[in-house]
């Protein structure tokens, strides 16, 4: 069990709203490797946001296990999780949730202030961390100014500055145009290259197909998964696949 | 191929080499391959059609130079390639009928079809997705526009068998 840095046994959550029952996710086995990049795929409504916001302790499960890095998360008092989600997990939102007040760079650094990191620790990683992304010249700008992709560049800076355990990534592309999501894939790729173990949910084929394994979800629950080979010989690819008449 | 010979050569006369050389530099990860043999081929065919012509360029200081220069009809029938447009949507689907067939046959789950047919599109666009995030694609966007394109149209078969899918969800409720 321990070979996992994220395990999920019978997770379930159940939304009560004035009498009604919503059922979000059902019994949920799921689990990440070290250095894994996973994908959780699924039409809008299925539970992916709700998964990843028990996963990132920011919300409770109804009932089931949460296994991160070998502690239980779902046995931990409030306290207990803030600690977990501030050293161990990197989020990020679907709707970015940057602090629109404050510059980029304090965005950024902000988290590591609050993880204990001396100012001087933050700022280095912050600066890294911008020019990493190629937004270090945006690092003054508060968010309200900057693009879409920018905005989702320095989401991904803030979830990666604490250099957590696991980076649970929500619809790392959604509202993006082909171009500026393709820079965002091409830079979770390159993090994930660098180790970082990462899981992402999205309803985006394109994003999913990112991962090395996609899990399919469906109405809160899981129904099946596919493990995505590498390939070699990646040279003759567009050859065989696309055909093309020479005219 | 031979268009793109009839587009190379309408920029400038160009030795038969030369030709092959600019060929391999665009397409030959596009492309299958061509040896020196075929592209001979296809160039003295061209001239028997009065596509193109050979001519000697003289010159000063070295051996003269044959190459090879576009005609006059040449020239029209690279045109009328341009100006052709393309009908039809670029659809070729194979699996719809197949998967009528195995609703009809009642001896296989429709869904299964489905599922197997989606692992094979998610990992086609595994592939060209690792391929259009390679570093060198940055120097080559006319390869990466290539790839992107076939990426849309794997985005879209993946998002159709999800319709497949549940309408044959609801047809079992
Ligand atoms: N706070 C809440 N109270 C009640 N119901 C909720 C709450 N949050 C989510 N739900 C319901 O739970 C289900 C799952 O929602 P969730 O946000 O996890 O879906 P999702 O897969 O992330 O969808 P999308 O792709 O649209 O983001 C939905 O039916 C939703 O209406
Ligand atoms: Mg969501």
Redesign the pocket.
Known sequence: METYLLETKQLT?V???NGSK?H??QEVDLAVKPGEMVAVM????????????ILGGLDNPTSGEVHINGQRLDKMSEAQRAVLRRKQVGFMF?AFNLIGNLSVGDNIELPALVAGLSVRQARKRRDALLEDLGISDKSRNIPAQLSGGERQRVALARALVNQPTILLA??PT?NLDSKTAYEVLRLLRQTHMQGQTILI???DPNVASLAQRVVF?RD?RIINETILQERDDTKTLLVELLNLEGG | MKNLFLALLARQPTHGYELMQMYEGMFSTVLPTLNAGQIYTTLSRMERDGLVRKSTIVQAHRPDKRVYALTEKGGEVLQAWFNEVLTGPRIKDNFYLKLMGAGLSGTVDPSQLIKNQRREYLQTLHNLNTLSLEPEMTENPSKLVLIQGAMLHLKADLEWLDLCEEMFNEGAR
Do not use: I
């Open positions: 959550k939304y009560r709203n919503v979000a996710l699924g039409p809008s409504g299925c539970g992916k946001s709700t998964l990843l916001h679907q929500d619809e959604g949910v999205t309803n979800m809160g």
